[in-house]
């Protein structure tokens, strides 16, 4: 089962989805692993693991709005 919605505010796309696997299929962290690599591939970035900065989790609240 796959879902996702989108919105968008002031020329920002918010875009969040999901996928249910069937029990077994693949652990949650190979498959977190799995897609990092290949978006880092398609867009040519490099993901990192970190926190929000206080001016992000505020530019998310205005966005949010």
Known sequence: V???AQRRVRG???HHGSLALPPGTIESQELEARLARALSRALDVEFAPGELTPEELAHAE???R
């Open 2 to 4: 796959l879902g996702s």
């Open 62 to 64: 205005r966005v949010g």
């Open 12 to 14: 920002w796309i918010l």
